[in-house]
């Protein structure tokens, strides 16, 4: 396990007690369309990341779960296979290519499960397709706006379709 020796060495040089481990090609998957498929490649990624590196390194690794977002039932399914399963202390949400903004009520189950589960949901950047950025004409350009870009419009999303006061509603 090439990766995961370097992983402890870097931990080790830089004094860091630990990392929460996030996915990088996997954003890219809130743009299949099938969603058993991105249910079955979210749980193919989740398994694998605690079989090869969290079981290793329970103590300085942590994770978060891939959510198969096309399919809001199979996201909270996930996730509570994550968290219960997995010891995973969250889960994550491809921000680019999704169908509705994240302030959406048809994602409501999946916070329902985060908030019952009392892990955190992150929304993360990945994927600039959809974004407007095709006409930058480098790789520096696009990463810098993408992950930007892409959080700012769910940010909008939960503020204006009033997922906040959903949330806290939920909790009273």
Known sequence: MPCLQKGRAF????????SVLYPTMGLAMAHIKV?????VMARCYDDYLYGEYLQQEPRRLWGVALLPIQDVDAAAEELEHCVKDLKMV???IPAAGLPKGLGHPMYDPLYETAVRLNVPLAAHGGSSAGLGLDFYDSF?????????????????????????AQVEDGLS
């Open 11 to 18: 931990l080790e040089a830089s004094g860091v007690a630990g």
């Open 140 to 164: 520096v350009k696009i990463l810098v706006m993408e992950h930007a870009v892409a959080q700012q419009i769910h940010f909008t999303s939960f503020l204006l379709d009033g997922a906040f």
């Open 90 to 92: 969250g889960g994550v």
């Open 35 to 39: 969603p058993k498929w991105v249910a």
